[in-house]
């Protein structure tokens, strides 16, 4: 399973989608980082392998860091949110 951790502008808590296959997870990562870098004001609306009624829609223009990483076996390996990056 591959997350996908979106922060927002303002926000302190990142939005989280999962992927099963790498594949599907690396083009949803490129997509948001093309919104990023487009400029222009774009609605984009997330969905999750793993929670099939998961939905969340998100203004492109407030995207300030996307993060993509492959979820282990126990979740005691993942620290919540963009924490991880620091250490």
Do not use: H, W
Request: negative net charge; aromatic residues 4%; charged residues 25%.
């Amino acid at each position: 399973m591959y997350t996908i951790d979106v922060m927002l502008k303002y926000s302190p808590a990142p939005i989280s989608v999962q992927r099963k296959e790498e594949n599907d997870a690396q083009e949803l990562y490129q997509k948001l980082t093309a919104a990023m870098t487009s400029g222009e004001p774009k609605v984009m609306e997330l969905t999750c392998d793993r929670d099939a009624g998961k939905k969340v829609t998100v203004l492109c223009s407030e995207i300030s860091v996307v993060q993509m990483s492959q979820k282990s076996g126990t979740s005691a390996d993942r620290v919540a949110g963009f924490a991880a990056l620091n250490q």
